[in-house]
């Protein structure tokens, strides 16, 4: 598992750098949510919710396989306050 800033941990204790096995991230402004669910009618477990109905998060990286997907719920939001940034495609 890697962490937020892309090292990921091995036995050894030492850190490397799997920057290059992320392929895509999603950022999201959050506090300009105004809680539709278009991106979670899309990919609710991309897309998570808080119990008020608003984004829960913001942003993750992207797991591959999923890029076609989290561009699609990017792409649902009205506000359009769901960035894909990071692309190597
Ligand atoms: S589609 Fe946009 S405005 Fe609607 S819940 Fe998702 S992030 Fe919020």
Not at 30 to 36: L, M, R, S, Y
Not at 79 to 84: A, G, H, K, N
Request: net charge positive; aromatic share 6%.
């Amino acid at each position: 598992m890697s962490n937020k800033l892309g090292l990921k941990n091995f036995r050894d204790g030492r850190n490397r750098s799997v920057l290059k096995d992320v392929a895509m991230k999603i950022r999201i402004e959050k506090a300009q949510c105004t809680g539709n669910a278009r991106c979670h009618a899309v990919a609710e477990h991309l897309y998570p919710l808080d119990d008020a109905g608003y984004i829960a998060i913001e942003g993750f990286d992207v797991p591959p396989g999923e890029e076609a997907l989290a561009r699609r719920g990017a792409r649902a939001c009205p506000e359009r306050i769901i960035f894909v940034e990071d692309d190597k495609a």
